[in-house]
């Protein structure tokens, strides 16, 4: 797959303001679209790094003739490509055909009988390759593990890691129903949830489906009922 500067520039402006995760390292940064380019914020320093069309382009040309997203591919005049690869992950995670991560869950499972909203199955079944691309299941779990360290379940609080030593472990949540989605809308990582498969199941139970705010509510409902 080639990569434009256009196809970069666009992802840039889709997610211009977003937190995401460094390529080959455990930091984050800030991206936000320039009048020249683009500008990468790393978080730990607050130090702006800026790159313009031509240095971006650079990046662009090396990736076109090797495909690689790996950083000690990029090592000839190139000290921001932890940060441009990231760009390019993320364009390569939201295409239709980006490799799906097995989650545990299947379609038919994971989305239940109950569910009749009018764009039917099969644009759920779309959702839900959407939800667990690869590419963007790692960058979204990558920038909430630098935030809290560990990776649980932000409805009840699970974590797989301190249960079952299962540190990589967490599905993956589309905060804005695909109903609720316009046309040739591309995923943010703020818009992904890191969910327990029980949770997981109950956002995805009844019509229209919880929040996560909703089900915590329910939670805690029933707990004070049952104590």
């Not at 364009?91 to 991560?101: K, N, T, V």
């Not at 591309?186 to 139970?205: D, F, G, I, Q």
Request: positive net charge.
């Amino acid at each position: 797959m080639n990569i434009t500067y256009e196809d970069f520039i666009g992802a840039v402006k889709e997610n211009d303001g977003e937190t995401l995760p460094t390529v080959g390292g455990r930091k984050t940064f800030r991206l936000n679209q320039t009048a020249s380019g683009v500008s990468f914020t790393p978080t730990s320093s607050g130090k702006v790094r800026q790159l313009n069309r031509a240095s971006v382009q650079g990046y662009l040309d090396d990736f076109n003739r090797s495909q690689s997203t790996k950083t000690t591919d990029y090592v000839e005049d190139h000290r921001n490509q932890s940060y441009v690869l990231t760009i390019i992950r993320l364009i390569l995670g939201q295409r239709l055909d980006a490799p799906e991560i097995d989650d545990g869950t299947g379609v038919s499972t994971e989305i239940d009988s109950e569910f009749d909203a009018p764009e039917g199955k099969e644009k759920v079944r779309s959702h839900r390759t959407r939800e667990r691309s690869r590419e963007l299941v790692r960058l979204a779990k990558a920038v909430f593990r630098q935030k809290h360290n560990r990776l649980f379940c932000e409805v009840c609080g699970f974590d797989f890691g301190r249960v079952y030593g299962e540190l990589e472990f967490i599905e993956v949540h589309h905060l804005i129903p695909l109903c609720d989605l316009k046309p040739g809308h591309k995923t943010k990582l703020s818009e992904l949830a890191m969910v327990c498969p029980n949770c997981h199941r109950m956002l995805h139970r009844g019509n229209p489906w919880p929040t996560m705010e909703g089900l915590r509510a329910r939670m805690r409902s029933s707990r004070r009922h049952h104590q």
